[in-house]
């Protein structure tokens, strides 16, 4: 045989063997999803978390040939959800939404949990944050700034009230921090859900609440407005509200609060599946019509190794476990 097409045989041959190892290094589990995947979400069909749960899980199924089945789990708090992905089979095809509460709040708030988020659940990735805004009535109020807040607030010991969609939850757990950061003394009054709290925060019957960035738009953007932004509790301005300063920008330290959630398994799922999911879902995130749909409603994407999820929760978990046990908060 001639000598220079050996040569073009070989170069083609591991050329061939090269290209088809590159791709088979690509997936690290080829052999993953085998069936349909199951994504828990804790809570009720139609909330924020399902809405985006859903958007996501559409983009998996694409990536990952096999269908992407959102099941809702709503109970206690996300912890009816959240168990159930912790006690299913870690193969990978039962994975679920984890977020806030459940996985840094919830083992500090309850006695009792029937999961360990620490233990029980393996990080997979963050899909984003949603900072908190921290906001007054715009008709009834007579705060124009956070400035304005405090100072009467420290000249009115005690009086100063927010409320919160419940005991516990990311709104109430602000105004704690807040009220050591500001050295001030507040009251909080709990409501059953972020509407009953913002239709009180309108009409004045409280002095100001935190919500979420996409709950609160409809008020501050109202024509006339019917509530009114003094903070931010991001590390930077939002596009949204782009006069609104952040709490470090107004000298208070720590303020950096925000409703997250990412998607976690079972423990023992393989690190090969976790791996595969996780460059899924970075896939997705950097999917234009996904940003766009996180980034227009004022939250922040996420994205990441699973390694540094984990960090994060870990953070999180400390951080607001403490608040819990200094402040003595118990569930309603």
């Known amino acids: 045989m001639n000598p220079r097409r050996n040569l073009i045989c070989a170069a083609i041959g591991l050329t061939l063997t090269l290209s088809t190892g590159h791709s088979m290094a690509q997936d690290p589990a080829p052999d993953y999803p085998s069936k349909a995947i199951s994504?828990?979400?804790?809570?009720?069909?139609?909330?924020?978390?399902?809405?985006?749960?859903?958007?996501?899980?559409?983009?998996?199924?694409?990536?990952?040939?096999?269908?992407?089945?959102?099941?809702?789990?709503?109970?206690?708090?996300?912890?009816i959800g959240t168990e159930y992905i912790a006690r299913a089979n870690p193969d990978g095809h039962v994975i679920g939404v984890g977020n806030f509460a459940p996985l840094s709040v919830n083992k500090a708030l309850f006695p009792k949990l029937n999961y360990d988020p620490a233990t029980d659940l393996v990080?997979?990735?963050?899909?984003?944050?949603?900072?908190?805004?921290?906001?007054v009535s715009n008709d009834k109020s007579d705060f124009k700034t956070y400035?304005?807040?405090?100072?009467?607030?420290?000249?009115n010991p005690g009086k100063l009230n927010y409320a919160s969609a419940g005991a516990g939850g990311a709104f109430h757990l602000a105004g704690e921090?807040?009220?050591?950061?500001?050295?001030?003394?507040?009251?909080?009054?709990?409501?059953?859900?972020?509407?009953?709290?913002?239709t009180d925060l309108i009409a004045g019957n409280v002095n100001f609440m935190?919500?979420?960035?996409?709950?609160?738009?409809?008020?501050?953007?109202?024509?006339?407005?019917?509530?009114?932004?003094?903070?931010?509790?991001?590390?930077?301005?939002?596009?949204?509200?782009?006069e609104v300063p952040t709490f470090a920008e107004l000298g208070v330290k720590?303020?950096?609060?925000?409703?997250w959630?990412?998607?976690?398994?079972?423990?023992?799922?393989p690190p090969a599946v976790v791996a595969k999911l996780n460059a899924a879902i970075n896939r997705a995130l950097k999917e234009p019509d996904l940003a766009e749909r996180i980034t227009s409603q004022g939250n922040v994407i996420g994205g990441g190794t699973p390694e540094e999820f984990g960090s994060f929760i870990t953070a999180e978990t400390v951080r607001w476990?403490?608040?819990?046990?200094?402040?003595d908060i118990r569930p309603e």
Do not use: C
């Open 254 to 259: 720590g303020m950096e609060v925000s409703n």
């Open 177 to 198: 921090l807040l009220e050591d950061a500001a050295g001030l003394q507040m009251v909080h009054i709990p409501y059953r859900g972020g509407g009953p709290a913002t």
């Open 261 to 269: 959630f990412g998607i976690v398994a079972p423990k023992g799922t």
């Open 210 to 242: 935190f919500d979420m960035i996409p709950a609160s738009l409809p008020y501050l953007k109202a024509s006339p407005p019917k509530a009114r932004a003094l903070a931010i509790a991001n590390e930077r301005r939002l596009p949204q509200l782009p």
């Open 321 to 327: 476990s403490k608040v819990i046990k200094e402040k």
């Open 147 to 155: 400035g304005d807040l405090v100072k009467w607030g420290k000249a």
């Open 123 to 135: 990080p997979v990735a963050l899909i984003e944050k949603g900072p908190l805004v921290l906001m």
């Open 39 to 79: 994504m828990v979400v804790p809570y009720a069909a139609g909330g924020s978390s399902d809405t985006r749960a859903r958007q996501v899980a559409a983009k998996l199924a694409t990536y990952l040939a096999k269908p992407v089945i959102v099941e809702n789990k709503p109970g206690a708090a996300g912890n």
